[in-house]
């Protein structure tokens, strides 16, 4: 009825309304390392016989009971004897942790607090024990050739998570606390020197603290600058044109001027084919009173044209840009087309490839969804634990499916 393997069952007891399991492991489960598995010698009698929550029976709780003697393994030293029913460390049976991981993954961490009757807290350190055990029985470092790397707050503070994603599969392969240099590093010291040179495209923004590592570390990696990024810089560029004329007028007196430039920005943000019949009108207004606006709003549009068009069309149209952005006279967008041209190689990689940062946005959404879902969580571990569960295929079956 537990699903209980490789266990000998002694004795059943009540207690204070729950059902009591005496157990101990089968023969050929004793005496072993909870981490290599090694049989080791025995070393003492630990703190005597301890429980183990399982699986609820009906509206009972139900404990499993055993000894919890210490072995001596060679490589691990003194530790607590491995039981075939828990995982090492765990105050719960292992199908108690898998159901758990796999409410986590689909359901609300409130949701999961109810049914399963454990702590708020409890739900993060089960993920994290059950995503490490998946870890170990996978390599989720095979067959990588082309990855994404971006960066995601979740938490206020600025708590960053860096993710690492394979654009063949879509599947998170990787992501760890911070948005550094060492953390790209760890990374790559984890995918070690041949995997590194079997990488031969790198998406991501210009941030030289993801850039730099794997241009010296992956040999044949071509980095690939994200379009969204480079269309984005744009669109600042836009909007840092459009405060300072909205300023200008603001200084100068002219209330109607300034007010009209405020309403302007989603008119100017937008797409063209987005764009209502009152944001046209705005842009139309824009084009026959401010010369400088409507420029700035032509050149983000031409950039962003360039994505939409065939690779060699648009590196010629790219040419074309740079030539106009130079002597436009706008300051934001003459920088701009510095850092593209300083640039130019990273920009055109992505255009030849096709290769963007969607399949990464798109996994930063849901690990934004699994942060909302669950109403926070205490640690950034624990975020990255049910992220792995649920978008590196890490998540375990419900327990006898």
Not at 62 to 89: K, N, S
Not at 125 to 144: H, I, P, Q, S, Y
Not at 164 to 189: N, Q, S, Y
Not at 379 to 397: D, H, R, Y
Request: glycine share 6%.
């Amino acid at each position: 009825m537990l699903g209980l393997e490789k266990t000998v069952v002694e004795a059943l007891d009540e207690e204070n309304g729950a059902i009591v399991i005496s157990v101990r492991p089968g023969y050929s489960q004793r005496d072993r390392c909870p981490h290599c598995r090694r049989r080791c010698p025995g070393y003492d009698l630990g703190d005597g016989r301890r429980r183990w929550r399982a699986l609820d029976l009906g509206t009972t709780f139900c404990y499993l009971e055993a000894d919890a003697p210490r072995v001596e393994c060679r490589q691990h030293g003194v530790v607590v004897a491995a039981v075939p029913w828990a995982r090492h460390d765990a105050w719960f049976t292992r199908s108690f942790d898998d159901q758990a991981a796999w409410l986590a993954v689909n359901t609300s961490k409130s949701a999961i607090c109810q049914l399963m009757r454990i702590a708020w807290r409890t739900v993060g350190r089960v993920c994290e024990r059950v995503t490490a055990e998946a870890k170990r029985g996978r390599d989720m470092f095979a067959n990588l050739e082309r990855l994404g790397f971006d960066e995601i707050s979740v938490r206020k503070g600025q708590k960053y998570l860096t993710v690492v994603v394979d654009h063949h599969t879509g599947r998170l392969v990787w992501a760890a606390p911070g948005r550094e240099r060492k953390t790209v590093e760890k990374f790559l010291d984890l995918l070690g020197k041949d995997r590194c040179a079997q990488i031969t495209l790198v998406s991501c923004d210009n941030a030289s603290w993801i850039t730099g590592p794997v241009s010296e570390r992956c040999p044949n990696a071509v980095i690939c600058l994200d379009p969204f990024h480079i269309v984005k810089a744009a669109t600042d560029a836009l909007d840092e044109i459009r405060r300072a004329v909205w300023n200008e007028a603001r200084r100068s007196g002219n209330k109607q001027l300034a007010k009209e430039l405020k309403g302007a920005r989603f008119a100017l943000w937008k797409n063209p084919a987005n764009l209502t019949a009152r944001q046209q009108h705005k842009l139309a207004w824009i084009q026959k009173l401010n010369a400088p606006i409507y420029r700035a709003y032509l050149l983000k549009e031409q950039l962003r044209q360039i994505y939409q068009l065939p690779a060699a069309d648009g590196i010629k149209l790219l040419d074309s840009w740079l030539k106009w952005a130079r002597r436009c006279r706008l300051e934001p967008f003459v920088k701009l087309a510095k850092t593209i041209t300083d640039q130019r190689a990273r920009v055109e990689a992505a255009l030849t490839n096709n290769l963007s940062n969607a399949r990464v946005e798109q996994v930063n959404t849901q690990i934004r969804l699994i942060t909302r879902r669950g109403f926070g969580y205490h640690s950034q571990e624990a975020v990255i634990a049910l992220a792995m569960l649920t978008l590196g295929g890490l998540c375990p079956p419900l327990p006898g499916r």
